[in-house]
């Protein structure tokens, strides 16, 4: 079984700051990707950053310059710092890791709860 848990969300006035968690358990040989979406009321989930194995990092061009991702593979866990917040980033935020559960297994996709991020203007 395997477990994605995000943590960090809250309620931040504009320009603000808030840097979430997601922590990867179970059964895991590797997480070849991780990412992170949100999504917001009556919106479609949008993809927010990603960051790989070996620490390449792609971000949504509404984040770049104020949002880093960033992981600790011996922790399975991956990080989201995110800067100069503004009311449009309000979301539900959630984490998603690639992963194979043992070393020769396939990859599969797993998700976690979500966390909600409100930034108030």
């Known amino acids: 079984q395997v477990q994605l848990v995000e943590s960090g969300g809250g309620l931040v006035q504009a320009g603000g700051s808030l840097r979430l968690s997601c922590a990867a358990s179970g059964t895991i040989f590797s997480i070849n990707v991780m990412r992170w979406y949100r999504q917001a009321p009556g919106k479609q989930r949008d993809l927010v950053a990603a960051?790989?194995?070996?620490?390449?990092?792609d971000y949504a061009d509404s984040v770049k310059g104020r949002f880093t991702i960033s992981r600790d593979n011996a922790k399975n866990t991956m990080y989201l710092q995110m800067n100069s917040l503004k009311p449009e980033d309000t979301a539900v935020y959630y984490c998603n890791a690639v992963l194979t559960k043992y070393q020769w297994g396939n990859a599969y996709s797993y998700w976690g709860q979500g966390t909600q991020v409100t930034v108030s203007s």
């Open positions: 960051i790989t194995n070996a620490n390449n990092t």
